[in-house]
């Protein structure tokens, strides 16, 4: 049996594609394993970016199996770390994840799209929620970020009636941030990828860390974590050899090396 995933790394990015004919629909075995590589890729601090995307061009990916659901897998739900396809309730992975949407995105593949930080779609992409029409909801992702994300009459529209939205349409909304060719959309992908690579991997990590810790505060609130010291990976940032790097390399008028390692202190001068 092939492996439902293909990995590979480009340096500091890594390569998450998903490969299940014919529709890309996710099992609990398939989540299950994505909530590993992603957690492998959370954890592993020589990798700073991750693009997912599947293989084909006509379905990113139909979401839940529903094959495997009429077989018992939604009495169990079982999706392993991260839930549902490793990244929608992964809530302290901080690097940045880009979705390569190649094709139509429906359900659960909708919800992988709004987990992600970036999205970069096929000028051929749809995307729609069916789930209403199944007996179910979109629970993954769907009902909980959608409606954050557009105008929630927009969001009640799609998810209740079923309603594909274009990629044109989705980009208008924000939804996505590039619609290109559907030849072209790894390749971009890849560019964007390759473009956040070249920046500080903790100012990246601390960015995403703190824009999710202060959602539904107030700008003062916000301030105060900030000042509260309650986001480790900022702290990190703080304390990293980058965060004097960057200003040294713009005075030096060179590009900045970049490690993501904390900055070593000056030997002490005192006597024993």
């Avoid at 809530?91 to 880009?98: A, T």
């Avoid at 970036?118 to 929620?129: D, H, I, M, Q, T």
């Avoid at 927009?154 to 290109?180: I, K, Q």
Wanted: hydrophobic share 45%; aromatic share 6%.
């Amino acid at each position: 049996m092939s492996q439902p995933l293909k990995i590979e790394r480009r340096g500091r990015v890594l390569e998450v594609t998903l490969d299940r004919p014919k529709a890309n629909a996710i099992d609990a075995a398939t989540s299950i394993r994505m909530g590993e590589v992603f957690c492998d890729f959370r954890d592993d601090d020589s990798l700073w970016v991750a693009i997912l995307t599947s293989a084909g061009d006509r379905i990113f990916s139909a979401g839940w199996d529903l094959k495997a659901a009429t077989e018992g897998e939604h009495e169990r739900m079982d999706y392993g770390a991260g839930g549902f396809g490793g990244i929608t309730e992964l809530w302290d992975l901080h690097k940045p994840v880009i979705a390569a949407v190649n094709g139509l995105a429906v359900g659960g593949g909708c919800e992988l799209m709004l987990a992600a930080d970036l999205v970069v779609a096929s000028e051929a992409a749809e995307f729609w929620f069916p789930e209403a029409r199944l007996g179910n909801m979109a629970d993954a992702g769907g009902v909980q970020r959608l409606p954050r994300r557009v105008p929630v009459n927009v969001a009640m529209e799609m998810l209740m009636t079923g309603r594909r939205m274009s990629a044109g349409e989705a980009h208008r909304w924000g939804l996505v941030n590039w619609v290109v060719p559907p030849d072209d959309v790894l390749a971009k992908a890849r560019e964007v990828a390759d473009g956040l690579a070249r920046s500080a991997p903790l100012s990246l990590w601390a960015i995403k860390e703190v824009v999710r810790g202060i959602e539904g505060m107030s700008v003062e609130d916000a301030f105060r974590a900030l000042h509260a010291r309650k986001f480790p990976t900022y702290e990190r940032m703080l304390a990293s050899e980058d965060h004097e790097e960057g200003p040294r390399a713009f005075v030096e008028k060179r590009e900045p090396v970049f490690t993501g390692q904390r900055r070593q202190r000056a030997p002490s001068t005192g006597s024993d």
